[in-house]
């Protein structure tokens, strides 16, 4: 093989495992944070994907957008492409009309908690304080 060509096919091989890794897939779809994540505020809690995306659940179960319309995983990517975010707490402010759905508490236990008491396929979550609050992070110390 001329040395010019093997560098190209070397370099789109590079490219390719690059995009690959990058977790976007060629259909625009977003993928889900592998890793488990804090959800901050006066009372931080747990939550990792990975555990309820095994049940079978859709993006849509949680997500959902002004209208109060469910989320496919390609309308997420298309939300986030655009610069959009997903955290909750960015329309349950005063961004929604009802009062009550201003609240923390009210939108994380009405959805997660609810939910964990109900069960999904059969399959309860925890529902003790505990089960998903963690405490708050200590003050990072000097030099730290
Ligand atoms: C299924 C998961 C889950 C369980 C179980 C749960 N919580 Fe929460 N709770 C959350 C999440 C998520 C938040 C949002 C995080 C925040 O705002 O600090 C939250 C928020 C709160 C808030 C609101 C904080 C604020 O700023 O208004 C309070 C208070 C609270 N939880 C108390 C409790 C108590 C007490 C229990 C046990 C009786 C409990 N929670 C059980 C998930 C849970
Ligand atoms: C059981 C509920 C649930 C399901 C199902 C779910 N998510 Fe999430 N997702 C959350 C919560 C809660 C957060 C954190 C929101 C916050 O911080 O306010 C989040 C955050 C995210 C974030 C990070 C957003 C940001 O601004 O950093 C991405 C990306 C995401 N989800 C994608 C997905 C995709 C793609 C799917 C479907 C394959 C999915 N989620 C399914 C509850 C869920
Ligand atoms: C783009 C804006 C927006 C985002 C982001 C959003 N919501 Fe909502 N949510 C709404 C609107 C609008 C309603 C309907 C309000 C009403 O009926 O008065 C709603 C209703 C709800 C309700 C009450 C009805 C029900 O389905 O039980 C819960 C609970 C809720 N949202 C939780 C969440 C959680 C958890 C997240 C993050 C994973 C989230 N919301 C993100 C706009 C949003
Ligand atoms: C539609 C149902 C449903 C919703 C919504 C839901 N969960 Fe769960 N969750 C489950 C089920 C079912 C399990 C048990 C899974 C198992 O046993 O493998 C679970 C397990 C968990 C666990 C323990 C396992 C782990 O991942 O460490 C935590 C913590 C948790 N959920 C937090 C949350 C939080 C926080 C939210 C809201 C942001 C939420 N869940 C929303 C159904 C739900």
Do not use: W
Not at 43 to 52: N, Q, V
Not at 78 to 92: D, F, K, P, Q
Not at 98 to 108: D, E, G, H, S
């Amino acid at each position: 093989m001329r040395r010019g060509a093997k560098q190209t096919l070397l370099f789109g091989l590079a490219a390719a495992v690059i995009f690959l890794a990058s977790g976007v897939s060629l259909a625009g779809t977003a993928a889900a944070p592998t890793g488990e994540l804090r959800i901050e505020g006066k009372k931080p809690a747990r939550f990792s994907h990975a555990t309820h995306l095994a049940q079978g659940m859709d993006c849509g179960q949680c997500h959902h957008d002004a209208k109060h319309q469910p989320l496919s995983a390609q309308a997420i990517e298309a939300r986030l492409s655009a610069g959009g975010t997903l955290a909750c707490g960015s329309c349950h402010t005063k961004g929604v009309a009802n009062k009550k759905l201003q609240r923390r508490k009210a939108v994380f236990h009405g959805r997660c908690r609810t939910c964990h008491k109900q069960g999904y396929n059969g399959k309860k979550g925890p529902t003790r304080c505990n089960g998903c609050h963690i405490k708050k992070k200590r003050k990072k110390l000097e030099g730290c």
